[in-house]
């Protein structure tokens, strides 16, 4: 078990570029999340997946987001058109099923110039 | 979900026992109460959870009012590494999620 991983740790872009961040779950851990923060707030729910399916999305997903996690395993976010707005910390979480913990990896911090 | 209050920020010192409560005067029967924390530039870590009984664990332990509107998180020796953001959760039995609202900043003073 070697946690949830996340790549980059950090990403600084220009405004309007796009970018890409990728999760690799604990291996064999069905549910996958992704969250947002800013600083001093505590964590945003993004979206969630159940193996390949995407189950549900929050309302701060704008069409400008989009998610995937193809085999059911590792999973991408992608922001197109990036805003200054977008600058915060993209967490990934992965758990066992929906009553287990989630375990959080250590995030990429996007800053958008 | 039933809505959790908590204190902005708390202190200790290190080796105290540290108490840190939540209220939830509106959690329903089948609510659950977990804790998170977390650590500077981290990502929040699982600490424990509980529905009804009191909780221990390696990490705290987990008080539980007797009519579930509030909890208490008791860190019983605060350590540094302890300081952390800790956060108070409601799920209910049909939660996909966990959402998390602005928590309890603790310092640990040596």
């Known amino acids: 078990d070697t946690g949830v991983s996340q790549d980059p740790r950090h990403k600084i872009t220009k405004r309007g570029q796009n970018v890409t961040f990728r999760c690799d779950p604990i291996?064999?851990?069905?549910?996958l999340y992704w969250y947002r923060q800013t600083l001093g707030q505590g964590p945003e729910f993004l979206t969630y997946?159940?193996?390949?399916?995407?189950?549900?999305k929050s309302r701060l997903l704008s069409d400008r987001f989009s998610a995937e996690r193809p085999k059911g395993s590792f999973s991408t976010l992608e922001i197109q058109r990036t805003e200054q707005g977008d600058s915060a910390m993209y967490l990934c979480a992965s758990s066992w099923d929906r009553e287990s913990p989630l375990h959080f990896g250590n995030g990429t911090r996007l800053t958008v110039t | 979900d039933a809505k959790t209050t908590q204190p902005n920020s708390m202190e200790s010192n290190e080796e105290e026992p540290v108490h840190l409560p939540c209220n939830h005067s509106?959690?329903?029967?089948?609510?659950?109460i977990h804790w998170y924390r977390q650590l500077p530039s981290q990502g929040p870590e699982y600490v424990i959870h509980g529905l009804t009984s009191n909780v221990n664990n390696r990490m705290a332990s987990l008080a539980i009012a007797e009519d579930r509107k509030s909890s208490t998180l008791i860190l019983h020796r605060a350590t540094l590494r302890d300081a952390a953001v800790y956060y108070c959760?409601?799920?209910?039995?049909?939660?996909?999620?966990?959402?998390f609202g602005t928590g309890t900043r603790l310092q640990v003073f040596p």
């Open positions: 959760i409601l799920t209910s039995y049909n939660t996909d999620k966990l959402i």
């Open positions: 997946f159940q193996n390949e399916a995407q189950l549900e």
């Open positions: 291996s064999e851990h069905n549910r």
């Open positions: 509106t959690i329903s029967g089948t609510d659950y």
